[in-house]
T-cell receptor, first 112, second 114 residues
């Protein structure tokens, strides 16, 4: 296992379109996290799964955002009716416990 | 609200010199982890070093070490013998309120000059 994989690396979409990102965590990690990072800022927490259960969601995750982890393995993050303010890097991370989080390379979303 | 403050938006250091990045945080928890992450330009966030709050001994990883002052809620990162590859954004982070979500500082942009 080579780490946390995210697909695609880059996505350019027109305003109003829906987009979906995928994250494949490290296989033995039961925790999976989504973060959003805008230019010049630190990552901001979006949501967290333990196995297939979504245990926590940030207020940043509006009703246009939905995340799933159907079988407790990979996860998807969908943004409906994208807006220019959604342009950011979307980071996925996984862990076994609080002692170590491994991040993926991120998906950079540009909404035009 | 639990916060992380990195007061140095940018720093620079000459190759082979030592640099210290500062971080202060606010929490009411007693046991927690603290992390420093490195994010090179357009590249992946990488864990540099972590500290467990119940351990008095400061963590060390090769050229990277921390000065952890629990009472002062301070967690600085010292990079010795700086290398060009150390050029990156550095983020301080810890799990908020004993939960699973990391709270990050705004980062310090470190440039190592030849």
């Amino acid at each position: 296992d080579t780490g946390v994989s995210q697909d695609p690396r880059h996505k350019i979409t027109k305003r109003g379109q829906n987009v979906t990102f995928r994250c494949d965590p490290i296989s033995e990690h039961n925790r999976l996290y989504w973060y959003r990072q805008t230019l010049g800022q630190g990552p901001e927490f979006l949501t967290y799964f333990q196995n297939e259960a979504q245990l926590e969601k940030s207020r940043l995750l509006s009703d246009r955002f939905s995340a799933e982890r159907p079988k407790g393995s990979f996860s998807t993050l969908e943004i409906q009716r994208t807006e220019q303010g959604d342009s950011a890097m979307y980071l996925c991370a996984s862990s076994l416990n609080q002692g170590g989080y491994t991040f993926g390379s991120g998906t950079r979303l540009t909404v035009v | 609200a639990q916060t992380v403050t990195q007061s140095q938006p940018e720093m620079s250091v000459q190759e082979a010199e030592t640099v210290t990045l500062s971080c202060t945080y606010d929490t009411s928890e007693n046991n927690y982890y603290l992390f420093w992450y490195k994010q090179p330009p357009s590249r992946q966030m990488i864990l540099v070093i972590r500290q467990e709050a119940y351990k008095q001994q400061n963590a060390t990883e090769n050229r990277f070490s921390v000065n952890f002052q629990k009472a002062a809620k301070s967690f600085s990162l010292k990079i010795s013998d700086s290398q060009l590859g150390d050029t990156a954004m550095y983020f301080c982070a810890f799990p908020q309120g004993g939960s699973e979500k990391l709270v990050f500082g705004k980062g310090t942009k470190l440039t190592v000059n030849p």
